[in-house]
């Protein structure tokens, strides 16, 4: 039987590690000073690609943005 002494932080809280090291990154994001701020929050934006499978083969990709609300 594990302890549960040895069981970091974030997962005592409920959180998963991806959660954790984006509140830490929103963070530091928020913590920097201008130019480097901007900088930063303009890197944080996402883009990608949603591909739909219809009878075993691919659909016309979404291309989709996600970016933080501001």
């Known amino acids: ?3 549960n002494a040895a ?3 974030w997962r005592a809280a409920g959180m998963t590690y991806i959660t954790y090291s984006n ?3 929103n963070l530091v994001r928020n913590c920097l000073k201008e130019p480097y701020k901007t900088e ?3 890197r944080e934006k996402v883009h990608f690609s ?3 499978w219809t009878n075993g083969k ?3 990709p979404t291309l989709r943005s996600d970016s933080p609300v501001e």
């Open 1 to 3: 039987m594990a302890s």
């Open 7 to 9: 069981v970091p932080f």
């Open 23 to 25: 509140i830490c990154a």
């Open 40 to 42: 930063a929050l303009a």
């Open 50 to 52: 949603i591909s739909k």
């Open 58 to 60: 691919p659909e016309k």
